[in-house]
Structures are given as C-alpha cells and as structure tokens.
C-alpha cells in the first residue's frame, strides 16, 4: 500500500491539509515516544542506578509544550473542541451556522492576537537571554514556536474551519 493511498484511507482531509495533518501528528506521536523513553529512562536510573537523568523536569515540559501545539490545528479544524449545544435543538439551522461562523471568527481572532503577545513575550525572552535552570536551552525558541503553531491555528480556524461549517450542509 502506497503512503498516498494510505492517507486518503485514514485521513478525511482532501489535498495537503491531509499532508500537514499527518506531519503535525507525526511530530506529536514522535515527542510523545521520545517522552516516554525519557521518563523509562529517568525512572530505571532513579531506581537501579540512584542516579536520575539531569534536565528530566525541562524536557517534559518542552516535550509538552511541543505535543500540545502541534495538534492543536489539527484539533481545532476537525472541530474536536468541547462544544456546548444545549440550544441547537430551539435554533433553526442557519442561526447555528451563524453562530457557528462567529465563534470561528472569535477562536481565530483570539488565537492570533494571543499569537502575537506570546511572540512578544518570546522576544523578550531571546533579548534578555533567559534559559533554562539545568539544560541552559534558551527559553525563547520555545515561546516562539507556541506563537508561531498559535497562529497556524488561527490561519486554519478561519480558513479550513469556515469552509467545513459552510459545507455541512451538503454532507
């Protein structure tokens, strides 16, 4: 089985959403092992050696920071977020759709200007050269990262999340 065909079979998006979706998984499911591996590793030296992996702490949390933002446009244009629809049954299905288009436009917007405060904070960071405590990697490469997949989100939300509201319909 060809990886083309094997996309399209486990992949609903069409074209190279399909593509960023397997790649930014891809790089959650990388990060997720690696995490376990230093956790195994960390635990086997605490317990058989006494001795523990230095910068264990500051991995994990960059480990999932990179997790969590990687698959967070994936989330967001699948529309897995938690949604709360109590009130659809008393709306008729345009006025969902209305609403359902602004709370798009507010995800994104949200998302975006958030994306630029937290890119902010990460220039400081860089400017000020602060890193960590044990492994001394710069803070800042991190922040940025969280802003630039904070604007991905928000680039998908409003582009790829509207036109499946829009289509809902005709499925």
Known sequence: MSFQHWLTKNYSEQGPIAYIAF?????AAF??????????ADVAGRYFFSNSIDGTTELTEVAIAIMIFAVL?????RGGHVVVD??????????IKALSLLAALLMSSTLYLLGVRIF????????????TEYLEFPIGYIVQY???????????MISYGVYRILISDKK
């Open 23 to 27: 790649l930014l998984e891809a790089i």
């Open 31 to 40: 990060t997720l092992f690696a995490l376990m591996l230093l956790t195994c």
């Open 146 to 156: 969280i802003a630039t997949m904070s604007w991905i989100t928000a680039a998908f």
């Open 73 to 77: 446009p994936v989330i967001t244009w």
């Open 86 to 95: 109590i009130l659809d049954s008393y709306f008729n299905a345009r006025i």
């Open 120 to 131: 902010e904070l990460a220039a400081r960071s860089l400017r000020r050269e602060e890193i």
